[in-house]
């Protein structure tokens, strides 16, 4: 148990060094009896169809949100607009999403011992892993791309992007990847370990970061968890810039 908590913190210190971190709530390399492994693909598939049916409204409510936006004209567009600016080559002024208005879920998944969660509302899928295809030219935290039907998803070594310091042979040989976290509708996944769980999480239970900063993906932290709620369109901008974690702080 002091394992997974002890890289844990060191990896939040250096993140986000002014909190503390709390353990995985899921343990890595756990040998586990058939019965568990029973009861573990039962609470997967039943977090997977909340997902689903979670994605299913969001569909909805975007349809329902364009025509109204449509009907509205442009001034709702032209303060939307506002979202893609940036100042000086960093992110300017957060832009005020919808989950900031009252509870909203959030899916907290796993990677090399740090919790990291991302708003349903932002969550375009989720697949297991399959082949990937290197690219020659690409960064090392570009696993490859993924073909999943006509579609072909970039995938993040989540990792290699997020504490590249830490990634050492060690820790690159014990990352166990199985699934791919979309990033809203744009052909970005990013890789986990586990699946932990969909919670409904309130304004105050979220540190928010709302000032332009050196981490614009990071939309604020989880206090009980002490892990990073990533802002997916900042971390789509970076991603389709072929920024790294480093180039961001730097």
């Known amino acids: 148990m002091a394992k997974p908590l002890a890289a844990s913190k060191k990896i939040m210190k250096n993140y986000l060094s002014e909190l503390l971190t709390d353990e995985s709530p899921v343990q890595k390399n756990a040998k586990i009896s058939v019965a568990e492994a029973s009861v573990e693909n039962k609470r997967l598939e ?5 997902v689903d049916a979670n994605l299913d409204v969001k569909e909805t409510e975007f349809t329902t949100h364009k025509s109204v ?33 009252g509870d909203f879920q959030a899916l907290y998944f796993d990677v090399g011992g740090l919790t990291l969660a991302v708003p349903l509302i932002e969550l375009g ?11 020659m030219g690409k960064p090392e935290w570009f696993k490859g791309v993924m073909l999943n039907r006509d579609e ?61 900063n050196k981490r614009p993906w990071l939309a604020g932290l989880v206090k009980d968890k ?10 789509i901008q970076l991603l389709n810039d072929g920024s790294g974690i480093n180039t961001v702080d730097s």
């Open 46 to 50: 039943t977090l997977l169809k909340n």
């Open 69 to 101: 936006n449509e009907k509205l004209g442009n001034k709702d567009l032209a303060e939307t607009a506002l979202v893609t600016q940036k100042s000086h080559g960093n992110f300017s002024i957060k832009p005020k999403k919808s989950y900031r208005q």
């Open 125 to 135: 899928g989720i697949h297991k892993v399959n082949k990937t295809t290197p690219l």
């Open 152 to 212: 072909k998803i970039n995938v993040v070594d989540t990792a290699l992007w997020v504490m590249p310091e830490k990634c050492d042979e060690k820790l690159k040989n014990s990352l166990n990847y199985q699934y791919i976290i979309l990033l809203s509708n744009s052909n970005w996944g990013l890789l986990a370990e586990n699946l932990v769980d969909t919670v409904i999480l309130k304004q105050e239970e979220v540190k928010w970061i709302d000032s332009p």
């Open 226 to 235: 002490m892990c990073a709620l990533l802002d997916v369109d900042s971390l």
